[in-house]
């Protein structure tokens, strides 16, 4: 998503415009393993490539002091994370990892996911899941970041297709540092916030590859994908 200099805030940024900007990120760098939750048992193992997708306004204030005019990682409005993305069933629940490192850069997200059913499906019923996950961004100087979530996830299979939904919470926990200059003297910014998410999701089970694409509202908009292979 970033490259080693594409953070450098400007000492005009304003409190506001720090929010906007470190609630993006996160929800970009959010340990969303794009699958339902459900309990997998302890045979269950998947590993597969996804990506999140953030909407982004490259054109308003909290982007521009933020980020250099120079960096070009934004396309058509989105800022991609892409990341390898590893889930483990163990008996009562499902444990998922996710890390990237983002070429020519030191950047690097990684975080994690449990899911515990709450209710579970059977063939007739849905399942009903919960969701803890956390997640970091590290290589940034500028910016440490990081998200912690919960959600609960509805869950339905017809055959190879699961449609799915949930609604939840996502705490960002950011802090900046913006170095002194010869006019301004060193800024620290700091911002939690809480907000709710909400995602919908669907994903097809082929012979071999699963493929799994999911919509989510939280500070802004965001998409997701996943293709993967597991059992």
């Known amino acids: 998503m970033f490259g080693a200099d594409d953070i450098t805030f400007d000492p005009a940024i304003t ?3 720090f929010r906007t900007f ?23 193992f998947d590993i597969g490539v996804a990506a999140t997708a ?3 306004d490259t054109k308003a204030s909290y982007w521009q ?13 989105y800022a991609v994370v892409p990341r390898l993305v590893v889930s483990k069933g163990f008996g009562s629940g499902t444990l998922s990892g996710s890390y990237a490192k983002v070429s020519s850069s030191g ?10 059913p709450v209710v579970r499906g059977s063939l007739v019923s849905p399942e009903l899941a919960l969701r803890a996950s956390y997640a970091t961004m590290s290589g940034v100087e500028a910016l440490k970041l990081k998200t912690y979530g919960l959600e609960l996830f509805l869950s339905k299979g017809f055959g190879p297709f699961m449609p799915y939904g949930a609604i939840g919470r996502m705490r960002s926990d950011a802090r900046a540092t913006i170095p002194a200059t010869l006019h301004t ?5 700091n911002d939690r916030g809480d907000i709710n998410r909400y995602t919908v999701g ?4 082929l012979v071999v590859p699963k493929l799994v694409v999911e919509a989510t509202k939280a500070q802004v908009r965001s998409y997701a994908a996943k293709i993967s292979v597991g059992f």
């Open 65 to 77: 002091r933020a980020v250099p005019a120079t960096s070009n990682f934004t396309q058509h409005g």
């Open 15 to 17: 409190q506001d415009e």
């Open 22 to 44: 470190s609630r993006i990120v996160a929800q970009g760098i959010f340990a969303t393993p794009v699958q339902p939750a459900r309990t997998t048992g302890i045979l269950g």
């Open 107 to 116: 950047i690097k997200t990684y975080g994690g996911s449990l899911d515990l």
């Open 185 to 189: 003297p060193e800024i620290t910014l």
């Open 54 to 56: 953030v909407k982004v």
């Open 202 to 205: 669907f994903r097809v089970s």
